[in-house]
């Protein structure tokens, strides 16, 4: 039986779009399966392979080209990625997923100002948007984290990107992933994780998208609904679907890891992600959406006092982002990582990376 979703609907779309390129719905469904099965080069090459298909004046080009500029950004091609996301906005200014894209070459190459000074340019649109829009302020209040305003981020979150109770998978990542991203910075977030418990529960262990089960560990752990994580845990562990078994260990090693930090018991949160840090990419989410289990790894270093883990931690977060920038200004900068020596100095490179 061919599952939606499923790595076998993946080799479907692929298959559909071998044959007629330019089918835009195999096309676009094709792009956001592969992006929740971390399997990015593939959405690449493939987006590629039908790039020659397309011209402007083909039907529903700019559909095409904002979907091609994502799979291109998060290829790492952002001065490619720019361009067609910004050729998408030239035909249709409101499209959703070039404003996202643009975003994201923002947040990958440290430029926390442009990036709010072009999400706020098109806020007056989010409105227009279906639930994704949520995920736009959320890139939002990203910037402003960067930039030092938690009171902006704090206010998007109550606004924007969880005013009212929700259980959409995608509300509870953004939701979860600022609240912990504020926390691990040391703010306040007062009672705003109970607002989530509701919406989390409602979905525990659904398990579609595995990213989502570690936003949900999070809201549990912090929560106490410690009862319901562990089930979550063991019922994601002993899922027969063979097909998704990496997908599904790796989840569950990271849901132990969200537990065993807010736990206090930080050497086994450290075990556990390193057992699966090369694999959870598979798990889907951006790489913008995955940083935020990087910054659970540096904290529970930090908390051990392991000053020169979380050196080569920032570094290799820091040189992923840093590439454009001149040789000796990286120089510099990843000499400072080494003088790191208590959380005080770590919080701003967790919160600004470039």
């Avoid at 096309?27 to 990015?40: A, E, H, I, L, S």
């Avoid at 319901?228 to 090693?253: H, R």
């Amino acid at each position: 039986m061919l599952v939606v979703g499923s790595p076998q609907a993946l080799d479907t779309w692929q298959h559909i779009l071998s044959l007629w390129p330019l089918d835009i719905i195999a096309y676009r469904q094709f792009t956001g399966q592969t992006f929740w099965f971390g399997q990015k080069q593939r959405a690449l090459q493939v987006s590629l392979q039908v790039l020659p298909y397309w011209d402007e004046q083909t039907p529903g080009y700019w559909m095409f080209a904002a979907a091609h500029a994502f799979a291109l950004e998060e290829a790492g091609e952002y001065e490619l990625a720019e361009a067609f996301a910004r050729q998408t906005l030239g035909l249709n200014h409101q499209d959703l997923i070039a404003k996202h894209t643009m975003a994201h070459i923002f947040e990958m190459q440290g430029e926390a100002k442009e990036g709010i000074e072009f999400l706020q340019g098109h806020a007056s649109t989010f409105a227009n948007h279906n639930a994704f829009r949520g995920h736009l302020w959320w890139h939002l209040a990203l910037f402003h984290l960067e930039e030092g305003n938690i009171d902006d981020a704090l206010a998007l979150f109550d606004l924007h990107i969880y005013p009212a109770e929700s259980s959409i998978y995608l509300d509870i990542q953004n939701a979860a992933s600022l609240l912990a991203r504020l926390e691990l910075m040391g703010a306040d977030v007062g009672e705003r994780w109970n607002r989530l418990s509701a919406g989390a529960l409602e979905i525990s262990a659904d398990s579609t998208i595995m990213f989502t089960e570690i936003h949900n560990a999070m809201v549990l752990a912090k929560t106490d609904h410690y009862d319901q994580l562990d089930a979550n845990i063991t019922q994601i562990i002993s899922s027969p679907l063979q097909t998704q078994e990496v997908e599904f260990m790796t989840g569950s090693k990271l849901m132990q890891a969200i537990k065993a930090y807010h736990s206090s018991n930080y050497r086994h949160c450290i075990e556990l992600i390193n057992q699966v840090r090369d694999l959870h990419s598979k798990l889907g989410g951006s790489h913008a959406q995955q940083d935020v289990i990087s910054q659970y790894l540096l904290m529970a270093h930090a908390h051990l006092q392991q000053w020169d883990e979380v050196a080569c931690l920032l570094k290799n977060r820091y040189i992923a982002r840093a590439q454009p920038l001149p040789a000796e200004q990286i120089k510099r900068k990843l000499a400072q990582f080494d003088e790191v020596k208590n959380i005080d100095a770590l919080l701003p490179s967790l919160v600004k990376v470039v």
